[in-house]
T-cell receptor, first 113, second 112 residues
Framework: KQEVTQIPAALSVPEGENLVLNCSFT??????LQWFRQDPGKGLTSLLL?????REQTSGRLNASLDKSSGRSTLYIAASQPGDSATYLC????????????FGKGTKLTVNP | ETGVTQTPRHLVMGMTNKKSLKCEQH?????MYWYKQSAKKPLELMFV???????ENNSVPSRFSPECPNSSHLFLHLHTLQPEDSALYLC???????????FGPGTRLTVT
């Protein structure tokens, strides 16, 4: 059974700092991996999608990497801003074309002005 | 209107009430999903509909009843809920077999 773990559960940093969020998964046979952002009481916004054949994806100040063999992904946020404060969720799709996303519990990020 | 919309955004209901949650997507996707998000738990997949047919039901209690009348609309009918069913219910849509999903804003449900 696929399990996704995110460390740390919460992170507080001063504005301007570069930071890394971690995601690990137990079954390396994934189809893709997604990073989402969730603001309090709101839905999820997709940030980056990495296919299993890719090593990384970049969007603005965000860079996500994927090491499928070791079951790990990182989300790097450069020059953090207070507006980046949110919960960041990692989710994997099982290989074989399943629609099922397996989520981690998320990392709650607070960027202090 | 674009994207995935959900109504209502907030709902308070008693344990004997019957209510329905509505989800609508304008993205042309052929798969839709219901998720439950409880405090301090990962998102839990409840139902998957693909081409208007239910393809997965993750052992959800029968007090939750989904309905997908067409590829753009998804409902979750609720009856005789328990207080532990209080949660954020999220709808998502996506192209089938791709794993990429787009989420609505959610309905915050409180069962009293």
């Amino acid at each position: 059974k696929q399990e996704v773990t995110q460390i740390p559960a919460a992170l507080s940093v001063p504005e301007g700092e570069n930071l890394v969020l971690n995601c690990s998964f137990t079954d390396s046979a994934i189809y893709n991996l997604q990073w989402f952002r969730q603001d309090p009481g709101k839905g999820l916004t997709s940030l980056l999608l990495i296919q299993s054949s890719q090593r990384e994806q970049t969007s603005g100040r965000l860079n996500a990497s994927l090491d499928k063999s070791s079951g790990r992904s990182t989300l790097y946020i450069a020059a953090s801003q207070p507006g980046d404060s949110a919960t960041y969720l990692c989710a994997v799709t099982t290989q074989g074309g399943s629609e099922k996303l397996v989520f981690g519990k998320g990392t709650k990020l607070t960027v202090n002005p | 209107e674009t994207g995935v919309t959900q109504t209502p955004r907030h709902l308070v209901m008693g344990m004997t009430n019957k209510k329905s949650l509505k989800c609508e997507q304008h993205l042309g996707h052929n798969a839709m999903y219901w998720y439950k998000q409880s405090a301090k738990k990962p998102l839990e997949l409840m139902f998957v509909y693909s081409l208007e047919e239910r393809v997965e039901n993750n052992s959800v209690p029968s007090r939750f009843s989904p309905e997908c009348p067409n590829s753009s609309h998804l409902f979750l009918h609720l009856h005789t809920l328990q207080p532990e069913d209080s949660a954020l219910y999220l709808c998502a849509s996506g192209p089938r077999y791709v794993g990429e999903q787009y989420f609505g804003p959610g309905t915050r449900l409180t069962v009293t």
